[in-house]
């Protein structure tokens, strides 16, 4: 039987690989088909198509043999030649049609948890380094994560572990900076034999640097979270401004201490829920005569050499605020009152060490100490304090020989 003519003439000059089988499904005729074998053929013809005699018109079925990573799309037409029933099949390798498919859906599906990302971000973007590590370790879904950040005294540390909602924050020395390039494993202090990927190395934004180390036990490199890498550095980034933003409202921007639009917030929402609260009111003696005698810019050192001695004794619960000019406050909370005086006598030893240094106009500062407990009236302590602090400013001037009215 001429194969090759029943197969021009059923498939009417459709190029490509054929195959001519009987009514029990034994393979005739072969043309180029050299992927599968006829027992391999049989069995998926008898899956897809059943009996061959039931075929009664052309019908279009796919071949899918996942071990060999290999798709074919199969028409099977019936055919009669020599009085014998036939069925033709026009077999099309979909290989690599098939295999871009898959990688175009997986494209497709990271694009879309990119997407889903970048609008967790933007929910977040207002948010803290508390919410930045929690998108992280949804994002990327890693084990865990930590987060380095560079500050003038210590570095901050926050930690996130996969099924935690909340990460936890540590300060370290500043000389335990983690080294590392993006890409590179380590090991970091605290964390044992697990090891880390620099996913974002040691970049600086608005004078702060910051690094970023995941974990992971399925993955080597930081290769498979490279799509999220730019929008998780605009989060952490956006944190560190918005932070730089927030401290410069708050601040004294001579001295570095808070200023008094932090003092007066904290006055409406936190200091009247104090069940143990110190106010110790301080004024410099003598800026006036500074500014006079030796200029505007002896009387900023002034200020600042001031302002440094609260900074020294500043701890968890105890704040330092430039009220303005000359005018300082302190404010401790949560404290007993012998504690409360122990504050003003580390103060005193911290500015008497700060006016050692040579050279210097010593720097001379009045304080009045108020402490209450219990049902506090605030506005009574600040009266208590300010009516010491300028008592004890008197005592000052007279004991140093000056009038007491002497600016």
Not at 67 to 84: C, D, H, I, T, W
Not at 164 to 176: F, G, P, S, W
Request: charged fraction near 30%; charge should be negative.
């Amino acid at each position: 039987m001429d194969y090759k003519a029943l197969v021009l003439d059923t498939m009417r000059g459709k190029s490509g690989e054929y195959l001519v089988t009987d009514m029990d499904g034994e393979i005739l005729f072969r043309n180029n088909v050299e992927r599968f074998t006829d027992r391999q053929w049989k069995a998926w013809a008898e899956f897809h198509i059943g009996s061959p005699a039931a075929v009664k018109k052309e019908i279009v079925w796919e071949i899918s043999d996942r071990r060999n990573q290999a798709y074919f799309r199969v028409l099977s037409v019936p055919a009669e030649a020599e009085g014998k029933r036939l069925l033709v099949h026009h077999i099309y390798n979909t290989s690599d049609y098939a295999n871009l498919l898959r990688e175009v859906s997986g494209y497709s599906k990271e694009w879309q948890e990119l997407s889903k990302m970048q609008t967790n971000v933007l929910e977040r973007l207002s948010g803290d380094y508390m919410d930045c590590m929690t998108v992280i370790i949804e994002s990327l879904d890693v084990d865990s994560a930590v987060l380095f950040i560079e500050r003038e005294k210590c570095i901050e540390q926050y930690t996130i572990e996969k099924g935690n909602e909340e990460a936890t924050l540590a300060r370290i020395e500043k000389d335990k900076w983690p080294s590392g390039k993006k890409g590179s494993r380590r090991f970091l202090p605290g964390f044992g034999t697990k090891g880390f990927i620099c996913y974002v190395s040691a970049k600086t934004v608005d004078g702060a640097r910051y690094s970023l180390f995941i974990n992971d036990d399925d993955t080597e490199s930081e290769e498979p979270f490279q799509m999220q890498y730019n929008v998780i550095r605009l989060f952490i980034e956006n944190c560190i401004m918005r932070e730089q933003i927030i401290y410069e409202s708050e601040h004294d921007q001579l001295t570095g201490l808070y200023n008094k639009g932090k003092y007066l917030a904290m006055m409406d929402d936190f200091f009247p829920n104090c069940r143990q609260l110190a106010v110790y009111n301080m004024d410099v003696n003598y800026l006036k005569r500074t500014n006079d005698t030796y200029g505007h810019e002896a009387g900023d050192a002034l200020i600042v050499k001031a302002a440094k001695s609260l900074l020294m004794v500043e701890r968890e619960k105890v704040r330092g605020f430039r009220m303005g000019g000359d005018e300082f406050m302190l404010l401790a909370w949560d404290l007993t009152e012998e504690e409360a005086e122990q504050i003003r006598i580390d103060w005193r030893e911290a500015l008497a060490e700060l006016n050692t240094a040579q050279g210097e106009i010593e720097c001379v500062i009045a304080c009045g100490l108020a402490y209450g407990e219990g049902e506090i009236d605030i506005k009574e302590l600040l009266r208590v304090a300010d009516e010491r602090m300028y008592e004890n400013k008197v005592e000052i001037k007279k004991a140093r020989g000056d009038d007491p009215n002497a600016r």
